[in-house]
T-cell receptor, first 117, second 115 residues
Framework: GAVVSQHPSRVICKSGTSVKIECRSL??????MFWYRQFPKQSLMLMAT?????????EQGVEKDKFLINHASLTLSTLTVTSAHPEDSSFYIC?????????????FGPGTRLTVL | GQNIDQPTEMTATEGAIVQINCTYQ??????LFWYQQHAGEAPTFLSY????GLEEKGRFSSFLSRSKGYSYLLLKELQMKDSASYLC????????????????FGTGTLLAVQP
């Protein structure tokens, strides 16, 4: 299957700082990427859809000014958590849509564990 | 509204067969996916169904009935490494306009395989 990377895999930051997470599709071009958040023992909650060259589409209840998404190229999307607070601590996972497959499948990155102190 | 239901937990024995059910009620439907997720890791793609029937891939099979809003994942010859969460996800949208390719995830089924 297709490979999606995320960086960093783990980050610890102080409250009030900003954290940037990168999501890359390594062997295919992804015009659409997705950002999810997952709390312990819960399922994935979609935060936003990232479209190359245009503004991201945010899900209801997700603050666009707090979670900045940039999809500047066909292989890279970034999520910046601005002014992070302890309640933002979570597992953030990106996925990239591979339209070249017959199933038009989303492939997931390995995730980023964010801990805000 | 969007609703996807799965059992929260299941336990099975190594070498046995287990069936994980998923029922869904969504505003749109453009395919159903099953993913496997080990603790602390990202989900990995297992199977995809868009038409009614059974899709087989090695030890894993997935079934879909669109009229019933029902799917199941069948795991055969269970191995200890199959202990993981199994996520059912429905893709939003139709073929003509409005298709967002968004995945709506169920809560996941935590499968424990015992010796």
């Amino acid at each position: 299957g297709a490979v999606v990377s995320q960086h960093p895999s783990r980050v610890i930051c102080k409250s009030g700082t900003s954290v940037k997470i990168e999501c890359r599709s390594l062997d295919f071009q992804a015009t659409t990427m997705f950002w999810y958040r997952q709390f312990p023992k819960q399922s994935l909650m979609l935060m936003a859809t990232s479209n190359e060259g245009s503004k991201a589409t945010y899900e209801q209840g997700v603050e666009k000014d707090k979670f900045l998404i940039n999809h500047a190229s066909l292989t890279l999307s970034t999520l910046t958590v601005t002014s992070a607070h302890p309640e933002d601590s979570s597992f953030y996972i990106c996925s990239a849509r591979d339209k070249t497959t017959s199933t038009d499948t989303q492939y997931f990155g390995p995730g980023t564990r964010l801990t805000v102190l | 509204g969007q609703n996807i239901d799965q059992p929260t937990e299941m336990t099975a024995t190594e070498g046995a067969i287990v069936q994980i059910n998923c029922t869904y009620q969504t505003s749109g439907f453009n395919g159903l996916f099953w993913y496997q997720q080990h603790a602390g890791e990202a989900p990995t793609f297992l199977s995809y169904n868009v038409l009614d029937g059974l899709e087989e891939k090695g030890r894993f099979s997935s079934f879909l009935s669109r009229s019933k809003g029902y799917s199941y994942l069948l795991l055969k010859e269970l191995q200890m490494k199959d202990s993981a969460s199994y996520l059912c996800a429905v893709r939003d949208g139709g073929f003509y306009g409005g298709a967002t390719n968004k995945l709506i995830f169920g809560t996941g089924t935590l499968l424990a395989v015992q010796p």
